[in-house]
């Protein structure tokens, strides 16, 4: 193996590394439609019903899951707003608008693949 090959086969570990890291933060069915979804509404008022309603499909227990890894993550921000009643709103952050590249190079490419697939 030449050292070539070396520095192909580094660079390539270490894209599928990060690869996996962005799977892994950004993987599933929800946590992009969600992401996109707080970018696209990031002026309005994001509570907890208000994103499950925008959300066809997603369970309220599986939304309360990923809107915690999404914070983990530093992508989302929750704040609980006290009053009668006590809300939650939900922000996109600064860092999780960066995630708005991703998801709408896979809104173009979905898209495509829709119109490609069924003839649309």
Request: hydrophobic residues 30%.
């Given at each position: 193996?030449t050292?070539n ?9 270490e ?5 996996r ?5 950004l993987?599933g ?32 227990k599986?939304?309360s899951?990923?809107?915690k ?8 921000t929750?704040e609980?707003?006290?009053?009668k ?5 939900y922000?996109?952050t600064?860092?999780?608008?960066t995630?708005?590249?991703i998801?709408?190079?896979?809104v173009?490419?979905?898209k495509?693949?829709?119109k ?5």
């Amino acid at each position: 193996m030449t050292n070539n090959d070396n520095t192909l086969n580094a660079s390539c570990s270490e894209n599928l590394l990060a690869l996996r890291d962005t799977i892994e933060t950004l993987g599933g069915k929800w946590k992009l439609q969600i992401l996109h979804y707080l970018v696209v509404n990031e002026k309005e008022k994001n509570t907890f019903k208000k994103i499950e309603r925008g959300l066809p499909g997603i369970s309220a227990k599986m939304l309360s899951k990923e809107l915690k890894e999404l914070e983990q993550n530093q992508l989302v921000t929750r704040e609980v707003i006290i009053g009668k009643p006590t809300t939650v709103e939900y922000t996109i952050t600064e860092y999780g608008k960066t995630s708005k590249e991703i998801t709408d190079t896979l809104v173009d490419w979905g898209k495509k693949h829709r119109k490609r697939i069924l003839g649309k």
